[in-house]
Nanobody, 123 residues
Framework: QVQLVESGGGLVQAGDSLRLSCAAS????????MGWFRQAPGKEREFVAA????????NYADSVEGRFTISRDNAKNTVDLQMNSLKPEDTAVYHC????????????????WGQGTQVTVSS
């Protein structure tokens, strides 16, 4: 089984950048999809980005495309989320997750989750 631990969150101002990292232990990520989701208090969990582990094919939510970049390092068993030009509406707890499905985008398609890291963007 895979365990996922996120890091890199913090408090920043609008326009700043953050880089989140998700470290995996246990199984190798090959042949799986890794994704980032976010959830603000009282709101539904929202898809942010995903990457296929073997080929590195990426998918992004419309709200973050052009600002966020997801990447994975197969040798280090990590997946990162580079977040640029942050906006207050990006404020949320960010979770990384694993899916056994290709091109997965919905929370129900992911079967392993990290505990999350808080990202707060002030105006």
């Amino acid at each position: 089984q895979v365990q996922l631990v996120e890091s890199g969150g913090g408090l920043v101002q609008a326009g700043d950048s953050l880089r989140l990292s998700c470290a995996a232990s246990g199984r190798t990520f090959s042949l799986y999809t890794m994704g980032w989701f976010r959830q603000a208090p009282g709101k539904e969990r929202e898809f942010v980005a995903a990457v296929s582990w073997n080929r590195g094919i990426t998918n992004y939510a419309d709200s973050v495309e052009g600002r966020f970049t997801i990447s994975r390092d197969n040798a280090k068993n990590t997946v990162d989320l580079q977040m640029n030009s942050l906006k207050p509406e990006d404020t949320a707890v960010y979770h990384c997750a694993k899916s056994t499905s290709w091109f997965a985008r919905t929370p129900g398609d992911f079967d392993s989750w990290g505990q999350g890291t808080q990202v707060t963007v002030s105006s």
